[in-house]
């Protein structure tokens, strides 16, 4: 157990919808991340927020939105859902900034269908 | 480029050594990681060295890294069926927290 929480673990929905995921980083890591994994990309980085504050983009779609609050929890919220958004999608968490050997917790991920 | 290529599939005894390989681009890599995903389960760091390093052993795992050649590997020594799983190589460059992954290698351990 990496101490990071995701919720749902299953998400299925419709196209044209939105849905939020949920992670909770593990206690006293500020900063967060959010990783896409699906079978066309492998797996991608899309944002990582540090201390509420938006710190880096990947390849997250302008559909796609993140927010990270004063608790340090995190929510993706992902809009106008399409069939190719079907994933996995992984929050991280980890202490600190870039300092290398800042090691990123991986949390048990939400796999989300659009049919 | 971001590329980071791994073999897609690898599959050997019980009680042999496995080897992952992994191959990357961009030169201002400055650590390299080796990640587990067992089914259904989340990413799990099993080690990662620093890019001015050759070598890094931990237990059953070693960590050779080529930088000339943009080449890590990873060794399991005396591969269980528990090790069966996709291992993923990730970089981290200069300046940056995020990680590329690469293409995942899915170990099949066999009696």
């Known amino acids: 157990d990496s101490g990071v929480t995701q919720t749902p673990k299953h998400l299925i929905t419709a196209t044209g919808q939105r849905v939020t995921l949920r992670c909770s980083p593990r206690?006293?890591?500020?900063?967060v991340y959010w990783y896409q994994q699906s079978l066309d990309q492998g797996l991608q980085f899309l944002i990582q927020?540090?201390?509420?504050?938006?710190?880096a983009k990947g390849n997250i779609l302008e559909r796609f939105s993140a927010q990270q609050f004063p608790d340090l929890h995190s929510e993706l919220n992902l809009s106008s859902l399409e069939l190719g958004d079907s994933a996995l999608y992984f929050c991280?968490?980890?202490?600190?900034?870039?300092?290398?050997?800042?090691?990123?917790?991986f949390g048990p991920g939400t796999r989300l269908t659009v049919l | 480029g971001e590329d980071v290529e791994q073999s897609l599939f690898l599959s050997v005894r019980e009680g042999d050594s496995s080897v992952i390989n992994c191959t990357y681009t961009?030169?201002?890599?400055?650590?390299l990681y080796w990640y587990k995903q067992e089914p259904g389960a989340g990413l799990q760091l099993l080690t990662y060295?620093?890019?001015?390093?050759d070598m890094k052993q931990d237990q059953r795992l070693t960590v050779l890294l080529n930088k000339k050649d943009k080449h890590l590997s990873l060794r399991i020594a005396d591969t269980q069926t528990g090790d069966s799983a996709i291992y993923f190589c990730?970089?981290?460059?200069?300046?940056?927290?995020?990680?590329?992954f690469g293409t995942g290698t899915r170990l099949q351990v066999f009696p």
């Open positions: 990730a970089e981290s460059r200069y300046n940056t927290d995020k990680l590329i």
């Open positions: 927020y540090y201390n509420g504050e938006e710190r």
């Open positions: 961009d030169s201002s890599s400055t650590y």
């Open positions: 060295i620093f890019s001015n390093m």
């Open positions: 206690s006293g890591d500020l900063s």
């Open positions: 991280a968490s980890s202490v600190a900034l870039g300092t290398g050997d800042n090691e990123q917790f």
